[in-house]
């Protein structure tokens, strides 16, 4: 390697409505010397987007590139043809390089793209870019850059494998198909022992889209090796019985995490029809839930009606350990003789059972279970219910009462329904607070604080009688939702108590609640010895104090921002909510504290205090901040976060004196970007458009940017 740099063509994958910042990170390589290829750049203009000639242009630039760019959004993780086109980059042996340029859910994640490492960009992709140019300026010093580029699988064999996986294998057109597809075999199964756990579960799921039998034994010998899920869906698409072993070997480990395979074990058996029928059963004696309840699961799959007899009985004496997955299953089986056992299920003192139960009468769908699943809307448990009710659903029921109605609604999480169902709603609401926790306690107690004053008696009465925490905590909650004012007082009685458990709960109830009498108890509440060293209650009794709106609380608040040399960073949260409180607060004296963390001899303080201060300035909306506010921007350059903030804070007050130097922050040269910073410019752009004066607009024009 002589370490010389070489020049590298960058295949930019993206999904169309990230396409503004791929076009700037388009420049980007351009400016660090490279050749990107970006589809609405590189393709002429005048060929029909989709087009055949499109997808050859598109393949043409895949072929042609040395390295990937993978924009990762929650857009492309759902688009076929960008994960394809990362599935071919893969098998290619490309180097690729994913930006995570989005938040996503990593649930949404395809399969083969499990456990990828990306370079992390929300909020921060000029960092992320700089280490994306260290990974490419060492790809192209590499000696590897030098060889020529592999093509044994081509790009369209990646789509087309999709369009052969969607036909009968009846159709003619899968026999052409498959018959061009043909010479991809050998490259996938050499693939199947690659280093790289991606290559290998994207070459076996490659393999089973293919459906060649000789593709068995290379399965069978790569599956004894890897635990890959991919490996053994395919080997169940081929339905190849000398697949069996190696199948019940993975249904059968027990390590916990594994559960991926033995998922797709015990669907490839139930692929493998009846020979798989003894060990799936025997499988789901197995003293171990997940080998136990994947047997189960293969069995439903299965179908064979051989199993219909056993099932019931492990579901009357409870013979194993995962009997909610055989009773869901059994209902997969579409045996009458299933139906009394699985309604009797539904008493079963285990939740799981009943809801196995639940969706098994479900997928029966045999009449005799509808007035027992009305029966279990009532449930204490969210999940049993919700199993009722969509077995119910499946079963085509219409509720017969209003109460029915309603306990349906909240079984199915329809908010809007259960308000319309007022009157009858608020006692089934209740229950349901039983067992919610997170985001079901808060829909929950949200719906009740919308049925209005008729809540407000049956919320009192179940604070002074409920029998779990679950409950007390969604009845207090509910009655900071409820907005009544003669909840005041037994959410102030419940704080005094100091009861640490429901002390979050209530606090953020008294802020829902928005009593300004609540400020005096809950200012001492802070000011008392009880919350110690605990910063989380105290940053949330701060933020209580804000939202009441009360400036009695501007000193207490501004207690805490005392600026002290034996302050530590960890108390960085209660600041920023103490900034952000203050900002709700229209005192003059919140605007004093606030300018005094500003002040440069407190630069000392976090990131994330400066900004919460800062933003603070423009909620509050005091004019004598945007002086302070301009000269700020000078020392804050070289931060996009809080440049972004002083913007947005500047829109906010209004003020034509921040126009000019607003102007200047969209094209200030000394801006330490590596390219001028989507987030400052737009937030600088729609603080000019705020201002609104003929002079910030034409700002704007001069710029090229939209005045609207």
Known sequence: ????????????????????????????LQSWGHKPWMDVENIPKGIE????????????????????????????LKSQNVRQEWAWALLAKRRIIFLRLEKFDKSELPSSFYGIEYIYCVDRLTEGLAEAKQLLDASATSDEESEPLDSKIVPSAIRRLSELDELDSDDPNYKTLHAQLEPYLHPFVGLLH??????????????????????????????SKFHNSAMLEALGKLGDPRAIDVLIRHLYNRREHFHATRHAAAKALAQLGEIAFEPLLSAIYENDWYVSSQAAYGLGQLGDPRA?????????????????????NLGLLGDIRA????????????????????????????????????????????????????ALKQLGWIPTTRRLAAEYAIAMEDWDSVVLLADVAVYPLINALGDASGTL???????????????????????????????????????????????????????????????????????????????????????????????????????????????????????????????????????????????????????????????????????????????????????????????????????????????????????????????NLLTDKRLRFSFLDETVSHYAAEALRKIGTPEALQALRDAGIDEI
């Open 1 to 28: 390697m002589d370490g010389k740099a070489s020049v590298m063509q960058v295949y930019l994958s993206y999904e169309t409505q990230s396409r503004p910042i791929v076009e700037k990170i388009y420049k980007e």
């Open 49 to 76: 987007n989709d087009s055949t000639a499109w997808m050859e242009a598109i393949d043409n630039g895949l072929l042609g590139s040395r390295v990937m760019i993978a924009c990762m959004t929650p857009a492309a």
């Open 194 to 223: 690659d280093d790289s756990r991606h290559v290998r579960f994207l070459a076996a799921e490659a393999l089973g889209q293919l459906g060649d039998q000789r593709a068995g034994d290379p399965l069978i010998t790569a599956s």
């Open 308 to 328: 219909v007899e056993p099932l019931i009985t492990i579901l009357e004496d409870k013979s194993v350990e995962a009997v909610g997955m055989v009773a869901e």
């Open 339 to 390: 139906v009394e056992p699985l309604i009797l299920s539904l008493h079963d003192e285990k939740s799981y059972v009943r809801r196995g139960a639940a969706l098994g009468l479900g997928h029966l769908g045999d009449a005799r279970a509808i007035v027992p699943l009305t029966n279990v809307l009532s449930d204490k448990i969210s999940f049993v219910r919700k199993a009722a009710a969509i």
């Open 441 to 663: 306690r808060g829909e929950i107690a949200q719906t009740l604080g919308r049925l209005g004053d008729i809540a407000l008696t049956p919320l009192l009465d179940t604070l002074s009688s409920a029998e779990t925490k679950n409950l007390q905590r969604g009845a207090v909650l509910a009655l900071g939702y409820l907005g009544n004012e003669r909840a005041l007082e037994p959410l102030l009685e419940i704080l005094d108590k100091k009861i640490t458990w429901l002390l979050a709960t209530v606090l953020e109830a008294l802020g829902l609640l928005g009593d300004r009498r609540a400020v005096e108890p809950v200012v001492t509440f802070l000011e008392s010895s009880y919350l110690g060293d605990n910063l989380l209650f105290r940053a949330q009794v701060v933020h209580v104090l804000g939202k009441l709106g009360d400036v009695r609380a501007v000193d207490p608040i501004a207690n805490i921002l005392q600026i002290s040399t034996n302050r530590v960073i960890s108390d960085s949260v209660v600041r920023s909510m103490a900034a952000k409180a203050l900002g709700q607060l229209d005192d003059p004296k919140s605007l004093k504290y606030l300018l005094l963390m500003l002040d440069e001899k407190h630069h000392q303080e976090d990131e994330n205090v400066i900004r919460a201060a800062i933003g603070a300035l423009g909620e509050l909306g005091n004019l004598q901040a945007v002086t302070p506010l301009i000269s700020l921007l000078d020392d804050v350059l070289d931060s996009s976060f809080l440049s972004s903030e002083v913007a947005e804070a500047l829109g906010k007050l209004g003020d034509p004196q921040a126009i000019n130097p607003l102007i």
